[in-house]
C-alpha cells in the first residue's frame, strides 16, 4: 500500500473548490451509513439531507467528481464511497503522529475511526520524560527528542498537535522542518506555517463559546414579550425614558464602543 509521503490527493490539480472538498467527508459519512445497511442506490434529495445540504449544492459537488446519477434510479451508494474515499485519499495508507499525550491527545489516540479511514496512528510523542516508554492505545509513547527520526522513519506527512498552547508552535515548527505538510491542531491557539503547509484548527472552546451564544439568544427570544410589555407599562406609568432601560440592564457597564456586550470575544 502506498504511503502518504509519495501520493498526494488530486483535488488541486482538478481545482475542486475548498467548499466542496469540506464537505466530502460529510457525503462519505452519510454514504458509510448506507453502505452498511446494504442500501444500493440513493436519490440526490435523500443523500442531500442526510448530509445536510440542499440536493442542487450536492449534485454541483459531485459534478466536480465527475459523477452524476441515474435519472429515476439515483447514485450507486458503493461506487460513490470508493470515489469520494479516493478523491480525499482515503484509498492510501496516511501515517499520523500525534503529539502531547495529555487526557485530549491520549483521547485522540484511543479514537477507533482513524485506521478505518486510512489513518494510521504511527507514533505517540510527549515531552514528559515520564511519560516516555508508556502505553497508550497499544503503542508506547516516545519522547520529543525522537520526532525528527519518527517522522522520517515512517514516512510521515500529517501531525497532530495535542499540546498546550505555549508549546504548539515550537512543535509545529519541528513537524514543518522534519518534513511535516499538513497539520491538525487542537491546540489553543493560532499557528504559523510557511506556504505549503495546510492547517485545519479544532478549538472546542470556540465551538462551546458559540453554543453558547445562540442558547442567549434563544433564551431572550423567549423572555422578550413579556419582559418587554412589562417594562412598557413601568415606564408609561413612572416617566421613565426608554434610553434608561438598556443602561439599567447592563447595569451601568461601559466598553469602548458602547454598552459591555453580554458575549465578549475570548
Not at 502506498?2 to 498526494?8: E, K, P, S, V, Y
Not at 525522537?146 to 504548539?168: F, H, K, Q, R, Y
Not at 519541528?174 to 506556504?195: C, E, K, Q
Request: hydrophobic letters at 45%.
Amino acid at each position: 500500500m502506498a504511503t502518504g509521503r509519495t501520493h498526494r490527493p488530486a483535488t488541486r490539480s482538478r481545482g475542486i473548490p475548498e467548499a466542496t472538498v469540506a464537505r466530502l467527508p460529510l457525503y462519505l459519512r452519510a454514504l458509510t451509513a448506507l453502505s452498511e445497511r446494504s442500501v444500493p442506490t440513493v436519490s440526490s434529495e435523500e443523500l442531500a439531507t442526510a448530509a445536510g445540504v440542499n440536493s442542487a449544492k450536492l449534485r454541483k459537488d459531485f459534478s466536480y467528481l465527475g459523477s452524476y446519477g441515474t435519472r429515476g434510479v439515483g447514485y450507486d451508494v458503493e461506487y460513490l464511497v470508493y470515489q469520494i474515499s479516493r478523491e480525499l485519499g482515503l484509498t492510501q495508507d496516511w501515517p499520523v503522529v500525534i503529539v502531547g499525550i495529555g487526557n485530549l491527545g491520549a483521547a485522540l489516540a484511543n479514537y477507533g475511526g482513524f485506521a478505518s479511514r486510512g489513518f494510521r496512528v504511527a507514533a505517540l510523542i510527549d515531552a514528559d520524560p515520564a511519560m516516555a516508554g508508556k502505553p497508550v492505545a497499544g503503542l508506547p509513547v516516545r519522547h520529543t527528542d525522537e520526532l525528527e527520526s519518527i517522522i522520517s522513519d515512517n514516512g510521515v506527512s500529517i501531525g497532530v498537535i495535542a499540546t498546550p498552547a505555549g508549546a504548539a508552535q515550537q512543535v509545529c515548527d519541528r513537524l514543518v522542518a522534519a518534513g511535516v505538510t499538513s497539520i491538525l491542531n487542537f491546540a489553543p491557539t493560532v499557528l504559523v506555517v510557511p506556504d505549503g503547509v495546510d492547517v485545519r484548527k479544532v478549538d472546542l472552546s470556540i465551538e462551546l463559546q458559540i453554543l453558547a451564544f445562540h442558547e442567549q439568544r434563544k433564551a431572550g427570544e423567549e423572555t422578550v414579550p413579556g419582559t418587554a410589555a412589562a417594562a412598557a407599562g413601568a415606564a408609561a406609568g413612572s416617566g421613565a425614558t426608554a434610553s434608561a432601560r438598556p443602561r439599567a440592564a447592563t447595569g451601568g457597564r461601559k466598553g469602548p464602543d458602547g454598552d459591555v456586550p453580554a458575549v465578549m470575544p475570548a
